[in-house]
């Protein structure tokens, strides 16, 4: 007899959500959750709090699965958005949450009309009323960084304080029943017999069903989906409390706003008057190793100070307070993907590439409708796949060698188009190398 109905490791939002959509349909299942680390402690507790629908790779979803499953799936993740916020109300959790919306600015002449494919699959699909597009003066009305040119607005977005969420979701599922094991690191995993058998250092448990929900982890040697998943590191900086700079830039609204470049820099406001500011353009990690400059990078969080005060001069003399990093796992697409595993008794997901916190709890629906064997919207969505259906990534060591080599190249294009020069030509060759083999950054 098994454990377990379901066994999900990673305590991560997919994790969370998992368990807890598992028990919220089928209150009598036996679902355990294994972390191996501290539950809601990962990347998911320590990124940007950004809240974003799916509208913003909408054109990315049409390319892969076309329109009509496009529209189903960013029109889910606009509802996982609300349904986020309407969690957090019913279970009394106080995350900061903030249905703000989503800006989108051009820095810079190169950049000016990034979103325009998008904008026009969207128009397209026949969603005239969603994102607005705003001129330059329209988007200094919301936050006034001498930086900023024109961009686009997406209202289905919110902000949140991720660490809050996470453990509001890991107080919510302990309360279901499911049951919690952390500082427990997965070993081994046996799919073989007519139970899945899960190994950590402290023992075995055995399940019916088993979900992968540890994003970063898939990235390793001994996962079934090593080939399709890639790390870069993300790093965040604080502010000391400036509510006057806050003022001075009229960002009254709490948008979370970040720039249009491949390597890009993510911001918002924090209900007790600091501003946050992240940056995309960490190292590619070697495989799974997560630990170490992908966790916190001296040299990285230097160039993310100075994005800061790039586009808010203003914070030249005010104090970074903290500092952190993380791993984000990508998928080849840009795009999550929920993914049945070849048993077809054990499911994943990964591939948020920086945009999870809002996602999450749709996907969170999909793998518990799978790990229960429900035909429903969920399990339905274009975005559930098998393994076979994904875009593979180069083996190690080209990955991290090619990923790092690559990236350094985008990130001397951007600069130079930052500064208003004209990009050097081999740069600009090397930074193409993803669109033309059909990967995004």
């Known amino acids: ?37 501290r539950i809601g402690h990962g990347p998911s507790g320590r990124n940007g709090g950004f809240v974003d629908a799916l509208w913003v790779s909408f054109a990315r979803l049409v390319d892969r699965y076309g329109q009509e499953p496009a529209l189903e799936v960013a029109r889910a993740s606009e509802q996982s958005v609300i349904q986020i916020g ?9 995350a900061w949450y903030r249905p703000s919306g989503y800006l989108n600015v051009s820095t810079a002449p190169s950049f000016d009309g990034r979103w325009e494919k998008n904008l026009n699959a969207m128009r397209a699909a026949g969603i005239v009323d969603g994102p607005r597009e705003l001129t330059a003066a329209e988007v200094q009305a919301i936050c006034a960084s001498p930086a900023f040119r024109g961009g686009v607005h997406y209202g289905a977005a919110a902000s949140v304080q991720p660490a809050r969420l996470g453990f509001g979701i890991r107080d919510a599922i302990e309360g279901l029943g499911v049951e ?11 799919d073989s017999g007519p139970e899945i058998s899960v190994f950590t250092r402290e023992g075995r448990a055995r399940a019916d069903r088993l979900v992968l929900a540890n994003g970063p982890a898939l990235a390793g040697s001994g996962s079934p989906l090593r080939q399709n998943v890639t ?4 790093h965040m900086v604080i502010t000391e409390p400036v509510p006057d700079v806050i003022d001075q830039l009229g960002w009254s609204g709490g948008e979370v706003i970040s720039d249009c470049r491949a390597l890009l820099s ?3 406001t924090t209900p007790d008057g600091r501003i946050a500011f992240g940056w995309g353009g960490g190292r590619i990690v070697a495989g799974s190793r997560r630990f170490g400059l992908a966790e916190v990078d001296s040299e990285i969080v230097s160039g993310v100070i100075e994005g800061l005060r790039r586009y808010f001069p203003m914070l030249a003399d005010r104090r970074i307070e903290y500092a952190w990093g993380g791993p984000i796992d990508a998928s080849a ?12 008794r054990a499911f994943a997901a990964f591939g948020y590439t920086g945009n999870g916190v809002g996602p999450s709890q749709m996907v969170g629906r999909s793998l518990a409708a799978l790990a229960l ?12 796949e098998s393994s076979d259906a994904l875009t593979k990534v180069p083996p190690e060591p080209f990955r991290w060698v090619g990923g790092a080599v690559i990236r350094e190249a985008i990130g001397r294009k951007e600069e130079a188009q930052m500064d208003g020069r004209r990009p050097d030509p081999i740069s600009s060759g090397i930074a193409r190398i993803p669109e033309l083999i059909g990967f995004h950054i």
Not at 6 to 23: R, S
Not at 180 to 190: K, N
Not at 333 to 344: C, E, I, W
Not at 376 to 382: C, P, V
Request: charged share 25%; proline share 5%.
């Open 180 to 190: 919690l094991f952390e500082h427990s690191p997965v070993v081994r995993i046996d």
């Open 333 to 344: 697409a840009h795009l999550p993907h929920v993914v049945r595993l070849p048993s077809d």
């Open 231 to 234: 790390l870069a590191s993300s």
């Open 373 to 384: 064997g429900r035909q429903d919207r969920y399990s339905s969505l274009a975005i559930v």
């Open 86 to 94: 309407g969690f957090l109300e019913e279970h009394e959790v106080d």
């Open 266 to 268: 993510y911001f918002r």
């Open 1 to 37: 007899m098994s454990d377990f109905d379901v066994i999900v490791v990673g305590g991560g939002f997919t994790g969370l959500w998992t368990a807890y959509h598992l028990k919220r349909e089928q209150p009598d299942a036996k679902v355990g959750l294994i972390e191996s680390h």
